[in-house]
């Protein structure tokens, strides 16, 4: 399996910025993969997950409609991260957000798999 480790969420007053960043690694040392795409998602309390970011190896991007302008996705392929850049963050931007990743992946030398993985996800709260 493929891990996602987020960090850089917190509490921010309404009009400030925030950074979110995860890294993934193989859950062991023998797993090989390779990300495909990466990105955000959030999830409100009482509402459905929704996408905020992701970002293809290619460099295509797609953004959520209530965060176009403000937020700013980028991606290291070389050390398997991506980053959330938030600004003009807003009440509503309060949400639980999970990093997340397709790709595929080869355990042991066996044969190449499609992976999807979660984050554990990172609570941004907006708030004076």
């Known amino acids: 399996q493929v891990q996602l480790v987020e960090s850089g969420g917190g509490l921010v007053q309404p009009g400030g910025s925030l950074r979110l960043s995860c890294v993934a690694s193989?859950?062991?040392?023998?797993?090989?993969?390779?990300?495909?795409?990466m990105g955000w998602y959030r999830q409100a309390p009482g509402k459905q997950r929704e996408l905020v970011a992701t970002m293809h190896i290619s460099g295509t991007t797609d953004y959520g409609d209530s965060v176009k302008g403000r937020f700013t996705i980028s991606r290291d392929n070389a050390k398997n991260m991506v980053s959330l850049q938030m600004n003009s963050l807003e009440a509503e931007d309060t949400a639980v957000y999970y990093c997340?990743?397709?790709?595929?992946?080869?355990?042991?030398?066996?044969?190449?798999?499609?992976?999807?993985?979660w984050g554990q996800g990172t609570q941004v709260t907006v708030s004076s």
């Open positions: 997340n990743a397709d790709g595929s992946m080869i355990r042991g030398g066996g044969t190449p798999s499609l992976f999807r993985s």
């Open positions: 193989g859950k062991d040392s023998g797993t090989d993969f390779s990300i495909a795409t």
